[in-house]
C-alpha cells in the first residue's frame, strides 16, 4: 500500500506563490505516475498537473498552464508543484495522488490508486 503526504499549504495573497511537497511510501515500486488534483466544496476533483516517471512526460491542466511547475524525484517517489502568480480561483484543497496500476493516462482522477489527506491553500484577494 502506497501512502502519501502532502505539505506546503497555506495562505497566501494574490499574486503570490506556494509550494507545495508530497512523499510516497510504502509499496512506491509500483508507482507509474504522480499527480495533484484540487478540490472545492460541492465540485468534483480537478485535475491539476502530472508527471510519468518512465519517459518524464508533464501534463497541466488548462488553468494552471503557465502558472504552475511540477517536477518530482523518481528515485524518492516525491513531487513538487510551485505555484506562481496565485489567483483567489486557485483556492482549493490540493491532493497529491499516485498511480498505483498499469494506465493509459495520468490525467483523471480514476488513474490513481493511492491520495493523500489533502493541503488546504487560500489565496485572498
Known amino acids: 500500500q502506497v501512502t502519501l503526504a502532502e505539505s506546503g499549504g497555506g495562505l497566501v495573497q494574490a499574486g503570490g506563490s506556494l509550494r507545495l511537497s508530497c512523499a510516497a511510501s510504502?509499496?512506491?515500486?509500483?508507482?507509474?505516475?504522480m499527480g495533484w488534483f484540487r478540490q472545492v466544496p460541492w465540485k468534483e476533483r480537478e485535475f491539476v498537473a502530472s508527471?510519468?516517471?518512465?519517459?518524464?512526460?508533464?501534463y497541466y491542466s488548462n488553468s494552471v498552464r503557465g502558472r504552475f511547475t511540477i517536477s518530482g524525484d523518481k528515485d524518492e517517489n516525491a513531487i513538487y508543484l510551485q505555484m506562481n502568480s496565485l489567483i483567489p480561483e486557485d483556492t482549493a484543497v490540493y491532493y497529491c495522488?499516485?498511480?498505483?496500476?498499469?494506465?493509459?493516462?495520468?490525467?483523471?482522477?480514476?488513474?490513481?490508486?493511492?491520495w493523500g489527506q489533502g493541503t488546504q491553500v487560500a489565496v485572498l484577494s
Open positions: 495522488a499516485a498511480v498505483t496500476g498499469i494506465v493509459p493516462t495520468i490525467t483523471f482522477s480514476d488513474d490513481y490508486g493511492a
Open positions: 510504502g509499496r512506491t515500486v509500483v508507482t507509474q505516475a
Open positions: 508527471i510519468r516517471w518512465k519517459d518524464g512526460s508533464i
